[in-house]
T-cell receptor, first 110, second 116 residues
Framework: GEDVEQSLFLSVREGDSSVINCTYT??????LYWYKQEPGAGLQLLTY?????DMKQDQRLTVLLNKKDKHLSLRIADTQTGDSAIYFC??????????FGAGTRLFVKA | GAGVSQSPSNKVTEKGKDVELRCDPI?????LYWYRQSLGQGLEFLIY????????KSGLPSDRFSAERTGGSVSTLTIQRTQQEDSAVYLC??????????????FGAGSRLTVL
């Protein structure tokens, strides 16, 4: 079945870049997503990438997709304390079922 | 409504009791999803609805769990004879399904269930 894997924790200093990695198994995924969850809240979409693209940039966020290795990454430039949250990688199967990874908790040290 | 609304936001119940969790999706969103978020377990898919039908119920943990959706809108997740391991945050999301586009989910704030 589908599976999405990501590391559980990442700690960076304020101002540094953060890179959160994810691997997925479903090669038929048409879109891949990054969601953000702040404490006590539901998930919010950060960005997504279509499977025929290898990079997408949106202000401080850069998404890289290596479809051959089924590897997705999210880079946050100039990380701020407000970026501290849980980041979820997700893929969508051939239908409309979205599968999430376990989430990477990002700690930003001032 | 303006967003996905879930109720109750917090529920404490005794082991063995039944609970109902409600989700009110964004008006016009055809797809509705239930996920469970447990400490250290990430986000576990439970079920999703397309309109009133559930094409995929594969994530429901046991036959104590059921869900329904009526009128293509509100959904109820029911857990019968609750157990302590059912304690978690239950998240609902909805989306406007567009075949050629990205299926972006909008989440509610969740219902935190504690089974004593």
């Amino acid at each position: 079945g589908e599976d999405v894997e990501q590391s559980l924790f990442l700690s960076v200093r304020e101002g540094d870049s953060s890179v959160i990695n994810c691997t997925y198994t479903d090669s038929s995924s048409t879109y891949l997503y990054w969601y953000k969850q702040e404490p006590g809240a539901g998930l919010q979409l950060l960005t997504y990438i279509f499977s025929n693209m290898d990079m997408k940039q949106d202000q401080r966020l850069t998404v890289l997709l290596n479809k051959k290795d089924k590897h997705l990454s999210l880079r946050i430039a100039d990380t701020q304390t407000g970026d501290s949250a849980i980041y979820f990688c997700a893929e969508i199967d051939g239908g409309f079922k979205t599968i999430f990874g376990a989430g990477t908790r990002l700690f930003v040290k001032a | 409504g303006a967003g996905v609304s879930q109720s109750p936001s917090n529920k404490v119940t005794e082991k063995g009791k039944d609970v109902e969790l409600r989700c009110d999706p964004i008006s016009g969103h055809t797809a509705l999803y239930w996920y469970r978020q447990s400490l250290g377990q990430g986000l576990e898919f439970l079920i999703y609805f397309q309109g009133n039908s559930a094409p995929d119920k594969s994530g429901l943990p046991s036959d104590r769990f059921s869900a329904e959706r009526t009128g293509g809108s509100v959904s109820t997740l029911t857990i019968q004879r609750t157990q302590q391991e059912d304690s978690a945050v239950y998240l609902c999301a909805s989306s406007l399904v567009i075949n050629s586009g990205a299926n972006v989910l909008t989440f509610g704030a969740g219902s935190r269930l504690t089974v004593l």
